[in-house]
């Protein structure tokens, strides 16, 4: 199990927020999680998708459905803390 400084974790989590909401044309200057999808047409399923299964990958974690949709509505500082608790448990 890797460890990292919650420092650490913002940079990777940046990292991929980055990669998915630069997809998008004009993409918000929001640090909302939600803007690694398309805001216009937003998807119906979020699990399993690539952004999540990037961060499933980068922190050797499980993200469920409702983790989903709790990573989904919050800003890059609440799902480092998040996160930062996923990888303790």
């Not at 974790?9 to 640090?31: A, C, G």
């Not at 961060?55 to 998040?82: G, P, R, V």
Request: net charge negative.
């Amino acid at each position: 199990m890797m460890s990292y400084s919650k420092k650490e974790i913002h940079e990777k989590l940046f990292q991929t927020f980055m990669k998915y909401k630069n997809r998008y044309k004009n993409p918000p200057k929001s640090k909302q999680m939600a803007c690694m999808w398309s805001i216009a047409n937003p998807p119906d399923i979020i699990e399993d998708t690539p952004p999540f299964i990037d961060i499933e990958k980068t922190f050797d974690i499980s993200i469920d459905d409702d983790e989903c949709f709790e990573l989904y509505d919050m800003d890059l500082d609440e799902a480092t803390e998040k996160i930062v608790s996923m990888i303790k448990s």
